[in-house]
């Protein structure tokens, strides 16, 4: 036998749905909002040499000082800290590209922190384009197969569609619909 919902009782459920949704945000905003202070935290550090000294460590970079190597440290965390919040709280359907951002500045953060060459950020985009290959068709038919069953169209049309030869312009106006 089916119990009727008691009134309260879905009241305080939806409160505390409500609740934790606030704090959840809450705690969102105040990581997007502490991203300038982590992001000035690079005055923090030594701007005279390249080794960084203090009574609990010692630590040397082949930057030219401490300072330079902390600035394009957090160049390379903040977007990519601020990159993957977005990715995780995005509900749109075509979240799934800002990998392509996400994985730039983490393999550009990789090739910092391994320090293995001075030619930073140059060779980041051949470890992209595998990935590219594979993200941006997939994305894009996403869209198409969305698209398709929002209008209503069936395969034959859409074939049709894309067979039609239309100008640089109607195929780009075709691309933001």
């Not at 009574?55 to 902390?70: A, D, V």
């Not at 929002?150 to 859409?158: A, H, T, W, Y």
């Given at each position: 036998?089916n119990k009727p919902h008691n009134k309260s009782t879905t009241n305080l459920n939806r409160q505390s ?10 705690l969102i905003v105040i990581a997007i909002a502490i991203t300038p202070f982590i992001f000035y935290s ?136």
């Amino acid at each position: 036998m089916n119990k009727p919902h008691n009134k309260s009782t879905t009241n305080l459920n939806r409160q505390s749905t409500g609740r934790r949704s606030l704090v959840i945000g809450g705690l969102i905003v105040i990581a997007i909002a502490i991203t300038p202070f982590i992001f000035y935290s690079y005055k923090s550090f030594p701007d005279n040499s390249q080794i960084w000294e203090t009574s609990l460590f010692s630590l040397s970079t082949e930057f030219p000082n401490w300072f330079s190597y902390s600035w394009y440290l957090v160049g390379k965390i903040v977007p990519l800290y601020l990159l993957l919040f977005w990715f995780f709280t995005c509900r749109h359907w075509w979240h799934w590209i800002i990998l392509v951002p996400i994985a730039m500045y983490a393999f550009q953060l990789w090739g910092l922190l391994r320090e293995s060459s001075g030619n930073y950020d140059e060779l980041e985009i051949y470890y992209l384009i595998p990935l590219m290959m594979f993200l941006v068709p997939a994305v894009y038919l996403i869209r198409a197969k969305l698209f398709s069953k929002i209008r209503g169209n069936d395969l034959e049309s859409f074939e049709a569609e894309l067979l039609e030869k239309k100008s640089f312009w109607g195929q780009l106006k075709d691309l933001f619909q």
